[in-house]
T-cell receptor
Framework: GAGVSQSPSNKVTEKGKDVELRCDPI?????LYWYRQSLGQGLEFLIY????????KSGLPSDRFSAERTGGSVSTLTIQRTQQEDSAVYLC????????????FGPGTRLTVL | GQQLNQSPQSMFIQEGEDVSMNCTSS?????WLWYKQDPGEGPVLLIA?????ELTSNGRLTAQFGITRKDSFLNISASIPSDVGIYFC?????????????FGQGTRLTINP
């Protein structure tokens, strides 16, 4: 596709359940980023991939959060045993490389944990 | 973690007015970026600033990278209804091979026709 796509667009889950959020970056982009945006806040960096490896996982808020990327393309962000404070919009961005390239954002997945 | 202080948090203006918003940081950034986010969408890059003191325009938008590399402002002239949205500043550094972006809290712009 022409841009970064994310699915699902909305996810409502019960506390304690696991969720998987998917990101399809722009074709050919080697760098992929995950961010979290809480209500009324700016974006908070979670994790970065260069190819399939994640050199920087420093933003993951707890060990309940994990992410993987396969084939240098699709990435999945997994949140285990969701908590209400995990409710937020999760945004994915990709860029052609990692150094100094513009990041292009997807529309996000709105996660609501009841 | 790092955070940028963006102000104002919200603005209510009349169509045709000029708008100004700014960001400050205690840290130095190599690049300053300004994004706009519409409801249900991801942020879209408006302007990128790469050199301290740089003043850059993009149509009715003008942004400057502060001399100290710790601040930036964005001006919008002659506002129109489609300018409504949330504007974010972001500072960029390279850390462990990653292009790290640190975002401000956003400025929500509302325009009365």
């Amino acid at each position: 596709g022409a841009g970064v796509s994310q699915s699902p667009s909305n996810k409502v889950t019960e506390k304690g359940k696991d969720v998987e959020l998917r990101c399809d970056p722009i074709s050919g982009h080697t760098a992929l980023y995950w961010y979290r945006q809480s209500l009324g806040q700016g974006l908070e960096f979670l994790i970065y991939f260069q190819g399939n490896s994640a050199p920087d996982k420093s933003g993951l808020p707890s060990d309940r959060f994990s992410a993987e990327r396969t084939g240098g393309s699709v990435s999945t962000l997994t949140i285990q045993r969701t908590q209400q404070e995990d409710s937020a919009v999760y945004l994915c961005a990709s860029s052609p490389g990692s150094r100094g390239d513009t990041q292009y954002f997807g529309p996000g997945t709105r996660l609501t944990v009841l | 973690g790092q955070q940028l202080n963006q102000s104002p948090q919200s603005m209510f203006i009349q169509e045709g007015e000029d708008v100004s918003m700014n960001c400050t940081s205690s840290s130095i950034f190599n690049t300053w970026l300004w994004y706009k986010q519409d409801p249900g969408e991801g942020p879209v890059l408006l302007i990128a600033l790469y050199k301290a003191g740089e003043l850059t325009s993009n149509g009715r938008l003008t942004a400057q990278f502060g001399i100290t590399r710790k601040d930036s402002f964005l001006n919008i002239s002659a506002s129109i209804p489609s300018d409504v949205g949330i504007y974010f500043c972001a500072g960029q550094t390279l850390l462990r091979g990653a292009q790290k972006l640190v975002f401000g809290q956003g400025t929500r712009l509302t325009i009365n026709p």
